[in-house]
């Protein structure tokens, strides 16, 4: 599934995402290719292999989202008006500001 | 059972059904479009605890268990747990809180209105209007209120959503925690409790 995501948070509290992911119930373990983050969130390099259950303290399925403000939208719009305005008053200044 | 728990967990995420009905990290009804591999989010929430007779504490939230929330401060460096019973209520931003940037851009607007000549007189007031108004609504519309009723749903929000790690906690009490064996008569309920650190190995 595109831009579908696996976190696998381990017990020492670190982390796996992983872009591509295998679930093998039988050998009890996970699949995984992606980055790998220690508890702090420091990156650790590259994940290809597989993690075995016992490591993996939760799984989380994320699907990442940037947030589209519209108030910043709003603005942009106040903007371009201001804009024009000024615009139109630095060249008839006397319709702005008098003669 | 742990296999069975790890395929129960992505079977409930799988079908959305993993998370509290009533709060989840779906944010606050705005436009979005997805992300790559290095926008997933690998910290947990800013949140502000409020505690009677202290005020509210703000940082990252780290973990919750049964007990305790944990935050990483914003103002001092460390980690912090609050005993849940203190805490009243907790507010979350459910998203990156863009009310300090609407309000610069608003102020920048306004400064720029005696430009208008006689017109500012209605640009000034406008620019104030909507500046407020945005970032009025952005601040709303970011931070949710979480009553201690729904601090159990307040993981989907950590870092550490499984708990708190043994770092997280020796980083808390000095001293990795101790593992309760099965079928142990008393559980240490605080750090206090806990039996002495054994001296390191030579």
Not at chain 1, 11 to 33: H, K, M, T
Not at chain 1, 86 to 95: E, H, I, K, R, S
Not at chain 2, 162 to 171: I, T, V
Request: glycine share 12%.
């Amino acid at each position: 599934v595109p831009n579908v995501y696996l976190k696998l948070h381990l017990y020492d509290g670190s982390l796996v995402v992983c872009e591509r992911w295998e679930i093998r119930p039988e050998a009890r373990e996970i699949a995984c290719g992606g980055n790998t983050f220690d508890a702090l969130r420091n990156p650790l390099g590259g994940e290809d292999g597989t993690r075995p259950y016992d490591e993996i303290a939760l799984v989380e399925l994320t699907r990442p989202t940037a947030a589209t403000d519209p108030g910043y939208a709003v603005l942009g719009a106040l903007s371009s008006v201001s804009a024009i305005a000024t615009t139109v008053c630095l060249v008839t200044l006397g319709a702005c500001f008098g003669n | 059972v742990r296999a069975s728990a790890i395929e129960l967990a992505v079977a409930l995420v799988l079908c959305g059904c993993g998370t509290s009905g009533a709060l989840d990290r779906s944010g606050g009804g705005r436009t979005t479009s997805e992300a790559s591999l290095v926008q997933v989010p690998l910290f947990g929430h800013r949140v502000d605890v409020h505690v009677d007779g202290v005020g509210a504490v703000r940082g990252e939230l780290l973990a919750v268990d049964a007990d305790s929330i944990f935050l990483a401060l914003e103002q001092a460096q460390g980690v912090i747990a609050i005993p849940r019973s203190e805490a009243t209520r907790v507010a979350i931003s459910l998203e990156e809180d863009g009310t300090g940037a609407l309000t610069g851009w608003s102020m920048a607007g306004l400064l720029t209105t005696p430009s208008h000549g006689i017109f500012a007189v209605f640009s000034g007031p406008l620019w104030m209007l909507v500046g407020g108004g945005t970032s009025a609504a952005e601040g709303f519309s970011v931070w949710t209120q979480v009553a201690p009723d729904g601090f159990d749903t307040l993981f989907q929000f950590a870092r550490f959503p499984a708990g708190p790690p043994p770092s997280l906690l020796e980083a808390l009490y000095g001293r990795a925690p101790v593992v309760v064996e099965e079928g142990a008569r008393e559980v240490p309920t605080s750090p206090n409790d806990l039996p002495p650190v054994p001296p390191p190995p030579r």
